[in-house]
């Protein structure tokens, strides 16, 4: 995977995720949408054999770029939820 800045302003950001499909960016994409500072947030895909998904975030103030290290962040949160929660249930039906 890899993942890095397109263009910034300083309201604005986009950001290039590259070899993974759009199942990554949807997950950041939910955790922006929930941000009161964010005034937009997109994930879209290039094309689905390219493996590669623009995140593109808007906000009302401050860095754009924070707001997308702090969904990323809100997101591993709940991914890692859910894994302990997956790895309960296998124990629990063994």
Known sequence: MKIYTNS???KSV????EDED????????HELLSDNN???????????LLRKTVIRVE???GNPTDAVISGSSKA???????????????IKKK
């Open 38 to 48: 964010v005034v937009f947030a997109g994930a879209i895909p290039t094309h689905p």
């Open 59 to 61: 906000t009302k103030s």
């Open 14 to 17: 986009e950001t290039i995720i």
């Open 8 to 10: 910034i302003s300083s």
């Open 22 to 29: 759009i199942s990554l960016a949807d997950i950041i994409h």
């Open 76 to 90: 591993l949160k709940n991914v890692e939820k859910l894994l302990t929660m997956a790895r309960g249930a296998i």
